[in-house]
């Protein structure tokens, strides 16, 4: 299912729970065949509201896994949990959704569709109440007194009662999360799925021809007894560089090199290369393509004026060809830059499925310490921080370290490429080193001030301090300033240095 199509549907449900729909909502969202971690923690927010409370723990165990450090989901479940009376896995949600909140007093979910504070003091009034339920009152009291410090002044009623309660040993109400309140899709996403007249119709205010009523863009033509002379041509793709060429087949590019392109689109080839690959421009990139994933495309400007491009063929891709002599997206049309392709015969492209996907280019048969040199190096990471593995789960045998046989990790490469995952604690918590302890928090200083009308992102002013929460890319970062938490781009930001921090 393609992203407009989830975007709709989305936009669908949401709609009909706000018209109290909740089966026609939970019906279109039940049909979304890929639905990310924020459809799912809507899905079970409607099974909660139905009183299905096996459903709505699959659709939270779905949220978590996709997005393991989405808070307010871990809360969820926890609620879940407390009302099957399961108070041993509802504690444990309502830890891990205390420990996403990194010390935070709150998180506004507001910038990511979701009109909702998850408080921490709510989060440890409800450790509290489950301590309370599974006997342990000293651990309850010590969460509430815990929550005074994270108090607003709206919840301190909340606390203080709670607070009073355990002092009784007697039970006190879950604070609830408001399950008809859902995720909904960035709106300025959902503005664009409608089709947009930007010009209108036009309309003759002055015309030489008696009772002119033409509407449209085509010049007046002279009036002449013998009838109006055959329009001219339109200069189709007159001051465009290359030759035009339809793409057969969906490409995923490997390196940094290569263009991703799917089938119909429009490409044009500056130069091929000996090895079947070729340099092309698509919308203002250049990039490496395979040509056999291309078809020249032959446009005459007067016998095909009308007719539409034709659909790909609906076949499997040609094999991938190797880069034996390649050419750089750089390299001109007129064929004088060309250079050798750096790997060398016994190198082994190992690409590597992070929170972002990389490559990186190793000797094939290196050491375990080479290997993982490499691709902490592209990481960013310390070497002793990641976990390789050869699946996506990292169980005891797909586990790779010192002690593995690295010969059989090699035996798994295939035409000289292998795909690894790798798993690291410091994906989302960035920890830096000072006087032999460890720090959670980096800070950055705004080197350019940078606004943004996507309620995503994170707006600041230059000179502002950042806290860094997480590295999404190398491109981009997710910080938090002033309680405000967002993404925003690497290189408007330096790290403050440890000793000013």
């Not at 055959?230 to 940094?256: D, I, Q, S, Y």
């Not at 190793?362 to 375990?368: A, I, K, L």
């Given at each position: 299912?393609?992203?407009?199509?989830?975007?709709?549907?989305?936009?669908?449900?949401?709609?009909?729970?706000?018209?109290?729909?909740?089966?026609?909502?939970?019906?279109?969202?039940?049909?979304?065949?890929?639905?990310?971690?924020?459809?799912?923690?809507?899905?079970?927010?409607?099974?909660?509201?139905?009183?299905?409370?096996?459903?709505?723990?699959?659709?939270?165990?779905?949220?978590?896994?996709?997005?393991?450090?989405?808070?307010?989901?871990?809360?969820?479940?926890?609620?879940?949990?407390?009302?099957?009376?399961?108070?041993?896995?509802?504690?444990?949600?309502?830890?891990?959704?205390?420990?996403?909140?990194?010390?935070?007093?709150?998180?506004?979910?507001?910038?990511?569709?979701?009109?909702?504070?998850?408080?921490?003091?709510?989060?440890?009034?409800?450790?509290?109440?489950?301590?309370?339920?599974?006997g342990?009152?000293?651990?309850?009291?010590?969460?509430?007194?815990?929550?005074?410090?994270?108090?607003?002044?709206?919840?301190?009623?909340?606390?203080?009662?709670?607070?009073?309660?355990?002092?009784?040993?007697?039970?006190f109400?879950?604070?609830?999360?408001?399950?008809?309140?859902?995720?909904?899709?960035?709106?300025?996403?959902?503005?664009?799925?409608?089709?947009?007249?930007?010009?209108?119709k036009?309309?003759?205010?002055?015309?030489v021809?008696?009772?002119?009523?033409?509407?449209?863009?085509?010049?007046?033509?002279?009036?002449?007894?013998s009838?109006?002379?055959?329009?001219?041509?339109?200069?189709?793709?007159?001051?465009?560089?290359?030759?035009?060429?339809?793409?057969?087949?969906?490409?995923?590019?490997?390196?940094?090199?290569?263009?991703a392109?799917?089938?119909?689109?429009?490409?044009?080839?500056?130069?091929?290369?000996?090895?079947?690959?070729?340099?092309?421009?698509?919308?203002?990139?250049?990039?490496?393509?395979?040509?056999?994933?291309l078809?020249?495309?032959?446009?005459?400007?007067?016998?095909?004026?009308n007719?539409?491009?034709?659909?790909?063929?609906?076949?499997?891709p040609?094999?991938?060809?190797?880069?034996?002599?390649?050419?750089?997206?750089?390299?001109?049309?007129?064929?004088?830059?060309?250079?050798?392709?750096?790997?060398?015969?016994?190198?082994?492209?190992?690409?590597?499925?992070?929170?972002?996907?990389?490559?990186?280019?190793?000797?094939?048969?290196?050491?375990?310490?080479?290997?993982?040199?490499?691709?902490?190096?592209?990481?960013?990471?310390?070497?002793?921080?990641?976990?390789?593995?050869?699946?996506?789960?990292?169980?005891?045998?797909?586990?790779?370290?010192?002690?593995?046989?690295?010969?059989?990790v090699?035996?798994?490469?295939?035409?000289?490429?292998?795909?690894?995952?790798?798993?690291?604690?410091?994906?989302?918590?960035?920890?830096?080193?000072?006087?032999?302890?460890?720090?959670?928090?980096?800070?950055?200083?705004?080197?350019?001030?940078?606004?943004?009308?996507?309620?995503?992102?994170?707006?600041?002013?230059?000179?502002?301090?950042?806290?860094?929460?997480?590295?999404?890319?190398?491109?981009?970062?997710?910080?938090?300033?002033?309680?405000?938490?967002?993404?925003?781009?690497?290189?408007?930001?330096?790290e403050?240095?440890?000793?000013?921090?």
């Amino acid at each position: 299912m393609s992203f407009l199509e989830t975007l709709r549907q989305w936009d669908e449900a949401v709609t009909c729970v706000d018209r109290q729909d909740l089966s026609e909502a939970l019906r279109i969202f039940l049909s979304i065949q890929e639905p990310n971690s924020k459809i799912c923690f809507d899905i079970g927010c409607l099974h909660l509201l139905n009183q299905d409370l096996d459903a709505a723990e699959k659709a939270f165990d779905c949220s978590i896994r996709k997005d393991e450090h989405l808070a307010v989901a871990f809360f969820q479940r926890g609620i879940t949990f407390y009302r099957k009376k399961r108070y041993e896995e509802s504690l444990a949600d309502f830890q891990h959704a205390y420990k996403a909140l990194r010390g935070n007093q709150l998180i506004d979910y507001k910038a990511l569709g979701l009109r909702y504070k998850l408080y921490a003091c709510e989060v440890l009034h409800n450790m509290a109440l489950t301590e309370a339920q599974l006997g342990n009152w000293g651990k309850a009291q010590e969460n509430l007194v815990k929550a005074l410090d994270y108090k607003t002044e709206t919840k301190l009623n909340i606390i203080d009662k709670a607070l009073q309660s355990t002092l009784k040993q007697k039970l006190f109400k879950l604070v609830e999360f408001p399950s008809n309140m859902l995720f909904k899709p960035n709106k300025h996403y959902v503005a664009e799925l409608e089709k947009k007249d930007y010009l209108g119709k036009a309309k003759v205010v002055a015309s030489v021809v008696p009772q002119d009523d033409f509407s449209g863009f085509a010049p007046l033509q002279p009036q002449v007894e013998s009838g109006p002379t055959c329009p001219k041509e339109p200069e189709v793709l007159r001051a465009l560089e290359g030759e035009p060429h339809t793409v057969l087949f969906e490409f995923v590019p490997e390196t940094n090199d290569e263009l991703a392109v799917v089938p119909g689109n429009i490409v044009f080839v500056l130069q091929r290369g000996a090895d079947n690959w070729a340099s092309v421009i698509f919308n203002e990139r250049r990039g490496l393509v395979p040509y056999n994933y291309l078809e020249r495309l032959e446009i005459s400007l007067a016998s095909k004026q009308n007719e539409g491009i034709s659909k790909p063929p609906n076949r499997k891709p040609p094999t991938r060809p190797e880069r034996k002599q390649g050419l750089t997206p750089r390299d001109k049309s007129n064929g004088d830059a060309q250079r050798q392709d750096a790997r060398p015969d016994n190198s082994c492209i190992v690409k590597v499925r992070f929170t972002f996907n990389v490559a990186v280019l190793v000797p094939n048969g290196s050491p375990y310490a080479t290997l993982t040199e490499k691709i902490s190096r592209k990481l960013k990471l310390p070497s002793t921080a990641i976990t390789l593995s050869l699946t996506s789960e990292a169980t005891g045998q797909s586990v790779i370290n010192a002690n593995t046989e690295i010969e059989s990790v090699w035996r798994c490469a295939s035409g000289k490429r292998i795909t690894l995952w790798c798993h690291t604690t410091e994906q989302t918590k960035v920890k830096t080193e000072m006087d032999g302890k460890p720090h959670d928090e980096i800070h950055l200083v705004a080197l350019h001030s940078y606004e943004s009308s996507n309620p995503e992102d994170l707006s600041f002013n230059q000179g502002d301090t950042i806290i860094l929460l997480s590295r999404i890319n190398q491109d981009w970062l997710e910080g938090q300033l002033n309680g405000n938490t967002g993404i925003f781009p690497a290189s408007f930001v330096e790290e403050v240095p440890v000793s000013d921090q």
